[in-house]
C-alpha cells in the first residue's frame, strides 16, 4: 500500500501519479469529519477501528477498480450533471459526500472538489481485477471499519450510520432530481 497522497496534488499533477492497473484504495479524512459527517452521533466511535495515516487522518472509505487512475479520477472530479443524478452514474462515493455535506450539485463542482482536494487517497495495485476484489472483500470484512461503504457493509456496529446514510442521499435526491 502506498503512503496516503493528499488528492490536491494528484489533481494538479492530473491524475499521473497513479496507477492504471487494477487495485483497491482508501480514502482518509481529517479525524474532524467524525464529529463533521455525523459517525461519532450514530456510532460508537472507540469501538470503531479505524486505519489511520501517519498525518492523523482517518479511513472512512474502501474502494477496488479495474483503472486505479480512472476510478480516483472519477470519485474526486467527475463532473455533476443532472443526468448523473437521475441515471445513478454518479460516483456512489461522491454522491455521499455531497448529500453528506448538503452541497448543491447544480452550483458545479467547485465546493465538492474543494473539499475532495483536502482529502487523501493510497492503494494498492493489482495484477487482476479478481485480485483486487478478494482484498476489497477482505477489508470489509477484516479489522478494519468503513463508515461510509454503503454496499457490502454488515457491520453491526456500523448499521444505524448506513441507514442514517441511505436516508440522506435518499432526500438529497428528492430535494435535487424530484422536484
Known amino acids: 500500500m502506498t503512503q496516503p497522497q493528499l488528492l490536491s496534488i494528484l489533481r494538479n499533477h492530473k491524475w499521473s501519479n497513479l496507477p492504471t492497473s487494477p487495485g483497491v484504495y482508501w480514502w482518509y479524512f481529517p479525524h474532524t469529519a467524525l464529529d463533521h459527517l455525523r459517525i461519532a452521533e450514530f456510532c460508537d466511535v472507540k469501538k470503531l477501528r479505524l486505519r489511520t495515516a501517519p498525518d492523523g487522518k482517518v479511513c472512512l472509505y474502501h474502494g477496488l477498480a ?11 472530479a467527475q463532473k455533476l450533471t443532472l443526468s448523473c443524478l437521475q441515471t445513478g452514474f454518479l460516483s456512489t462515493f461522491r454522491f455521499t459526500l455531497l448529500a453528506l455535506n448538503g452541497f448543491d450539485y447544480s452550483e458545479g463542482e467547485e465546493k465538492i472538489d474543494e473539499y475532495f482536494d483536502a482529502l487523501s487517497v493510497s492503494w494498492r495495485s493489482t495484477t487482476t481485477r479478481e ?18 461503504n454503503i454496499q457490502a457493509n454488515r457491520r453491526p456496529e456500523l448499521l444505524a450510520y448506513i ?17
Open 66 to 76: 479495474k483503472s486505479l487512475a480512472q476510478r480516483v479520477e472519477w470519485h474526486a
Open 131 to 148: 485480485e483486487a476484489e478478494s482484498i476489497e472483500c477482505s477489508e470489509l470484512n477484516g479489522e478494519y471499519y468503513y463508515p461510509l
Open 163 to 179: 441507514r442514517h446514510l441511505k436516508v440522506l442521499r435518499s432526500a438529497y435526491k428528492k430535494r435535487y432530481i424530484n422536484q
